[in-house]
């Protein structure tokens, strides 16, 4: 499992070159050797001008986008309409061409691994694949953790590449209560809904009730993408 601090080095990043430094050692960490984040500002954008970041063989990159081969590539099409990861292996490849498409990724290294969905709050849409030659990552974490790994890696990503990403757009500050923020400081450091109530000295339901209004307002779906969220308006410190 990934630590924080490994996480925070996305969210450190002076430049594109030191964020996709941090992105491919968070993917090695992982046992991945080649990782890739690709995100546009909405659906109409051609995938062509989206925000690339990736260590895929240049080679490789060259056909793909030479050839348009995203038109072939089972993990875009997946993307775009769910936000449930996709497991790279042989049986995900139908037909003849999308087997064909795979025997040439595999040519190159591409063999096995995940492609998770980016769905951003504004429209943003994109993809994160974290790919390895072999057909059985080298990560000794079971596939459940492993997955849930590579989503912190996605949410963080997703939040801390804005700053790169063109066309980015600034959201208004979110305003926190003082008990929202409490909250949401201990539930970053770790805390369940019910330690955080003992903690506080108020009711667990109270204590979901607050963590609910910080989701409304940063426009999210889980704690951690509130966490994520957090850090890199300033309002909660990395642990």
Known sequence: ??????????????????????LAALAAQLGFEYSLFGVVPNRAQPLESAFLVSNYPSEWRAAYDKLHLHAVDPTVSHCLGSSLPIIWQPASFQ?????????????YGLRAGVTLPVHGRSGEFGMLSFVSDQLQPKAGAGQLELLASVALVRDYAQESARKFSPGKSTAPAVKLTAR???????????????????????????????????????????????????????LVAPE
């Open 95 to 107: 037909g003849e061409r999308q087997q064909q498409f795979y025997e040439q990724a595999a040519s």
């Open 1 to 22: 499992m990934l630590k924080q601090d490994q996480l925070h080095t996305l969210m450190e990043a002076q430049s594109d070159t030191e964020w996709a430094q941090a």
């Open 180 to 234: 929202e923020l409490e909250c949401l400081k201990w539930v970053a450091a770790g805390k369940s809904s019910w330690e955080v109530s003992r903690i506080l000295g108020r009711s667990e339901a109270t204590v979901n009730f607050h963590l609910a209004n910080i989701m409304r307002k940063f426009d999210v779906s889980t704690r951690q993408q509130a966490i994520v969220k957090s850090i890199a308006a300033g």
